[in-house]
């Protein structure tokens, strides 16, 4: 289907009587969309790649509910740095990769491991997982945040509905990575 759209597109020319109007039109559309996409929809990716290179702790980054970052932005460092990408996975099953993967930590939170968790800041489920007063099994401790990336990738219209939905993917914008802390007995 995807490249009946090149050929369809290839064959519609534009009208002669408003053809200034199509025009700014599309450029206007183009132009929205270009941004949008370009630079807002998963923009955080790619800077969040190059700040985990910055890390000298780093052994695996967990990605949810985000695309498949680029490894070779890594510098070298993707031969030793697992990257497993889970995108839609649910809630429930994105807890038990994090314990399947994360080691233990000890409870006063300063131990620093190397397991982060890269997030869209409009992903609520993380809130309960983010102070100091976590009583479940993972402590986040937030470490770096890009603010100009948009998961529309997160828009729940059917459940949530439109208004609270749109409130929260756009006034929640932004990718977080996170150090996750597993607490072990």
């Known amino acids: 289907?995807?490249?009946?759209?090149?050929l369809i597109l290839s064959s519609v020319h534009p009208p002669k009587r408003y053809f200034k109007a199509w025009l700014v039109m599309w450029i206007l559309f183009n132009a929205t969309l270009g941004i949008l996409m370009g630079v807002y929809h998963q923009g955080g990716i790619v800077p969040t790649q190059n700040y985990l290179v910055s890390r000298n702790d780093l052994t695996e980054v967990l990605?949810?509910?985000?695309?498949?970052?680029?490894?070779?932005?890594?510098?070298?460092?993707?031969?030793?740095v697992r990257t497993v990408a889970?995108?839609?996975?649910p809630p429930e099953l994105m807890l038990a990769e994090l314990t399947r993967t994360t080691p233990c930590s000890r409870m006063d939170f300063n131990n620093s491991g190397g397991t982060y968790l890269v997030a869209p800041y409009s992903a609520?489920?993380?809130?309960?997982?983010?102070?100091?007063?976590?009583?479940?099994?993972?402590?986040l401790e937030s470490?770096?945040?890009?603010?100009?990336?948009?998961?529309?990738?997160?828009?729940?219209?059917?459940?949530?509905?439109?208004?609270?939905?749109?409130?929260?993917?756009?006034?929640?914008?932004?990718?977080?990575t996170w150090n996750v802390i597993r607490h072990c007995s």
Do not use: C
């Open 143 to 176: 470490v770096w945040k890009y603010h100009k990336h948009l998961n529309l990738d997160d828009l729940d219209f059917s459940e949530d509905g439109i208004w609270p939905t749109l409130k929260r993917v756009i006034g929640r914008r932004g990718l977080i």
């Open 86 to 89: 889970l995108m839609g996975m």
């Open 63 to 80: 990605w949810w509910k985000t695309y498949s970052p680029p490894t070779w932005l890594l510098d070298g460092k993707n031969e030793h």
């Open 1 to 6: 289907m995807t490249a009946a759209i090149p």
């Open 124 to 139: 609520t489920f993380l809130d309960g997982y983010d102070s100091d007063t976590t009583q479940g099994l993972f402590h």
